[in-house]
C-alpha cells in the first residue's frame, strides 16, 4: 500500500533563505507526483506536477525533483518571500491513478 | 480557461439536515473528486466520479453520496448532517497527464 510522508511537518525560516521541503513515498510504480500549496480556509493551487519518466520541474523560484528508485521528491523554495507562506502538500498518482496524499508542511517565511 | 467551480461558498445546517454541494469541472472534463478537509486535519478523499460513474470512494458512511450529470457536473450530498462533519470541501477535476486541480471549495458549518 502507497503511503506518502512529509517532513517536516512545520518549518519557519527567515526572509530570503533558500529552503528545501520533502516528500518521501513507499511504492516506486507511480505515474506522477504532483506539488500544491494551499493557503488557510483556501483550495488547493498546483505548483508543479513530475512524470514519473522526469527528474525534475522548475516553474520561477520553484524547483521540484524526483528520485524514483529513492522514494523521494523535494521542493526546492529560492529567496523565500513573506508570500510563500502556506501548507505544501505532495501527491502520488499511483500505477491505478489513484491519488495518495501527504500530509503537508506548514511554511512560515519570518520578514 | 475557467477553473474549477463550486457553489456556495459557504453552507450552514443545523445537525440532522441535508447539505447539497455543487462542482463543475472545466468543460470537456471527465473527472471530478470530492474531498474532505476538517479544520486542522488533512485532505481526505471522498468520491470520485468520471463519465458519469462513480470510480472509487473513500472510508465515509453512506450518508456521503453523489451523482455526476451528463455534462459533468456534480453533487455532494450529505445526510443526516453531524457536527464533525464541519469541513471545507474540495471538488477537483484531471486534466491532461493526469494533473489534478481544485476548485474555491465549500465551507460547510454544522451547527
Known amino acids: 500500500k502507497q503511503e506518502v510522508t512529509q517532513i517536516p511537518a512545520a518549518l519557519s525560516v527567515p526572509e530570503g533563505e533558500n529552503l528545501v521541503l520533502n516528500c518521501s513515498f513507499t511504492?516506486?510504480?507511480?505515474?506522477?507526483l504532483q506539488w500544491f500549496r494551499q493557503d488557510p480556509g483556501k483550495g488547493l493551487t498546483s505548483l508543479l506536477l513530475?512524470?514519473?519518466s522526469q527528474r525534475e520541474q522548475t516553474s520561477g523560484r520553484l524547483n521540484a525533483s524526483l528520485d524514483k528508485s529513492s522514494g523521494r521528491s523535494t521542493l526546492y523554495i529560492a529567496a523565500s518571500q513573506p508570500g510563500d507562506s502556506a501548507t505544501y502538500l505532495c501527491a502520488v498518482r499511483d500505477s491505478n491513478y489513484q491519488l495518495i496524499w501527504g500530509a503537508g508542511t506548514k511554511l512560515i517565511i519570518k520578514p | 480557461e475557467a477553473g474549477v467551480t463550486q457553489s456556495p461558498t459557504h453552507l450552514i445546517k443545523t445537525r440532522g439536515q441535508q447539505a447539497t454541494l455543487r462542482c463543475s469541472p472545466i468543460?470537456?472534463?471527465?473527472?471530478v473528486y470530492w474531498y474532505q478537509q476538517a479544520l486542522g486535519l488533512g485532505l481526505q478523499f471522498l468520491l470520485w466520479?468520471?463519465?458519469?460513474?462513480?470510480?472509487n470512494r473513500g472510508n465515509f458512511p453512506p450518508r456521503f453520496s453523489g451523482r455526476q450529470f451528463p455534462n459533468y457536473s456534480s453533487e455532494l450530498n450529505v445526510n443526516a448532517l453531524e457536527l464533525e462533519d464541519s469541513a471545507l470541501y474540495l471538488c477537483?477535476?484531471?486534466?491532461?497527464?493526469?494533473?489534478?486541480?481544485f476548485g474555491p471549495g465549500t465551507r460547510l458549518t454544522v451547527t
Open positions: 466520479y468520471d463519465e458519469g460513474e462513480e470510480r
Open positions: 468543460s470537456g472534463h471527465t473527472s
Open positions: 513530475i512524470q514519473s
Open positions: 511504492d516506486s510504480a507511480i505515474y506522477n
Open positions: 477537483a477535476d484531471d486534466r491532461g497527464r493526469y494533473e489534478q486541480y
